[in-house]
Nanobody, 116 residues
Framework: QVQLVESGGGLVQAGGSLSLSCAASGIIFRLYALGWYRQAPGKQRELVAVVTSGGSTNYGDSVKGRFKISRDNAKNTVYLQGNSLKPEDTGDYYC??????????WGRGTQVTVAS
């Protein structure tokens, strides 16, 4: 059974930082691309950051230069660090693992609220 479990969300002051983790089980972690997505109230889910199995990274335009995604294959964990948080960074943050175009798993999400 595949499980992705996010942790680290909460209330953050604008200008502050966040640190999220996602622990995976039930998959051969090193073979998967890992991503963080977020969904703000009333909006569609959007890409925050992704790291491929080879370690390449890509970021959504709204977080470039402020967020960093990393992975630890030994711990089956993917991380998201963010700085200079803005109220518009508020949302539910989801971890995803993708093996190919047809195989994707999602975590349940963790809520991040950035207070102005």
């Amino acid at each position: 059974q595949v499980q992705l479990v996010e942790s680290g969300g909460g209330l953050v002051q604008a200008g502050g930082s966040l640190s999220l983790s996602c622990a995976a089980s039930g998959i051969i972690f090193r073979l998967y691309a890992l991503g963080w997505y977020r969904q703000a109230p009333g909006k569609q889910r959007e890409l925050v950051a992704v790291v491929t199995s080879g370690g390449s990274t890509n970021y959504g335009d709204s977080v470039k230069g402020r967020f960093k995604i990393s992975r630890d294959n030994a711990k089956n964990t993917v991380y998201l660090q963010g700085n200079s948080l803005k109220p518009e960074d508020t949302g539910d943050y989801y971890c995803a693992a993708a093996r190919d175009s047809t195989t994707r798993y999602w975590g349940r999400g963790t809520q991040v609220t950035v207070a102005s």
